[in-house]
């Protein structure tokens, strides 16, 4: 059987990373067709638009998408709709891509990357499952009114809707539980349901969902706290899930607590496990085009590809095991270098992969 996999590279460094998680994929030995298209800044330059018909059937029609990083300064002064970011939100409505799934590992070599003390981090691996096309980013009504009654009467007024529907709690649960049997068997639902109805929902499909799943065990916080442990006891995490809104914020805050940003993959999938996967940084302008950029970041999220959309577990842990291979044999690009250790380009790094494989 032919996978095929659309290239999405896009923009800065987008292009240096995917080619080393690309010639990581051919090595493998499986039979794959993959096929590169423009997207972002770089698609706006060929065709006048972050994401052409071309590239968006392409994606649509292929079992996964690799994709770099889509950005730069040059095309700030675009109108919104014409944003190389407008590319990432087209194709993951377009795709239906709802489940976000963001590890935070920190690898025993690079524990001094953390701010943290190394032994509140040391060996964390946790995994947070953001649910992606739903919540106050998406909810309508939103703009600005004049307020008609109450203490601001009268003023201008900025308002957001949050809103979840109970199929889009259900299938972000499903994917969490279901990752988290795979796992250790641990879910914390993240929420706000003291203050906000849309949490209490929430919380409540939550508890209904885990009957499905009696080997998991669930576990509810509020997003407030949550942040606080992230950073006292991250280690008491595996598996969590949580809303859009939080998610974008805890997600971040966890791939910070391992310190290096160009080491973290991340999935984005849809309810056919076709999925877009890319590294969680962007594309890094100031580095971009000097063969300095850590590309390990988009070779794990190769990795991620054929574990969730390939259904190629084993694959997938031989590449995570090339990279703690390289990280063993002390490679560090210029991002996770520290002395004693010896600085190798993005290319460079690729190699050292592609030879630990
Ligand atoms: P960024 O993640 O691109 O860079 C932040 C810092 O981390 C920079 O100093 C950069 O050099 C460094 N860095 C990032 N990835 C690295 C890697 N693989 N190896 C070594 N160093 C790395 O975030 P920033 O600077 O805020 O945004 C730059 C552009 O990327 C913007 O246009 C932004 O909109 C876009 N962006 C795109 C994303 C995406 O495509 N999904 C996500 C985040 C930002
Ligand atoms: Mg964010």
Redesign the pocket.
């Known amino acids: 059987m032919t996978y095929n996999i659309a290239v999405l590279p ?1 923009d ?2 987008g292009v240096e ?1 995917t080619e080393q998680a690309q010639r990581v994929l051919a090595a493998l030995g499986l039979d794959l067709s993959m096929t590169t298209a423009p997207v972002g800044g770089a698609a706006y330059d060929q065709h006048g638009h972050p994401l052409p018909a071309s590239t968006l059937e392409l994606a649509k029609s292929s079992d996964a998408i690799l994709f770099g ?5 040059k095309y700030d002064k675009l109108e919104r709709a014409l944003r ?2 407008q590319a ?1 939100l087209g194709l993951r409505k377009a795709l239906g891509l709802f489940a976000n799934l963001r590890p935070a590992i920190l690898y025993p070599q690079l524990a001094n990357a953390s701010s943290l003390k190394p032994e509140v981090v040391a060996g964390l691996d946790i995994l947070i499952v953001r649910e992606l096309t739903g919540d106050i980013y998406f909810g309508q009504p939103r703009g600005l009114r004049t307020a008609e009654d109450g203490a601001f009467k009268g003023e201008r007024q900025g308002f957001d809707t949050m809103h979840y529907a109970e199929s889009e709690v259900r299938r972000i649960a499903h994917v969490a539980f279901q990752a988290a049997a795979k796992r250790s068997g641990r879910l914390c639902s993240v929420d706000k349901a003291n203050v906000l109805e849309t949490s209490q929902f929430w919380r409540d499909i939550m508890v209904d969902v885990a009957k499905e799943y009696p080997d998991v065990a669930l576990s509810h916080m509020y997003v407030d706290n949550a942040a606080m442990q992230l950073v006292r006891a991250p280690k008491e995490f595996d598996v969590v899930v949580t809303g859009n809104l939080f998610g974008d914020i805890l997600s971040d805050e966890a791939a910070m607590l391992t310190g290096s ?2 080491m973290l993959p991340s999935a984005s999938l849809n309810a056919s496990n076709q999925g877009l996967y ?2 969680s ?7 971009a085009s000097q063969n ?4 390990l ?1 988009t070779i794990l999220s190769a990795a991620m590809l054929l574990r969730y959309s390939l259904n190629e577990p084993e694959q997938a842990a031989r590449i995570e095991k090339a990279v703690q291979a390289v990280l063993e044999q002390g490679l560090r ?3 996770i270098h520290e002395p004693g250790t010896t600085k190798v380009s993005t290319s460079d790094m690729g190699d050292a992969v592609l030879k630990a494989l």
Not at 292 to 295: D, E, G, K, L
Request: no cysteine; proline share 13%.
């Open positions: 896009g800065g460094i990373i990083a889509v950005g730069d300064w190389p970011e990432i940003i160009g890319e590294p940084h962007g594309s890094a302008p100031d580095i300095i950029a850590n590309p970041a690009t210029a991002d």
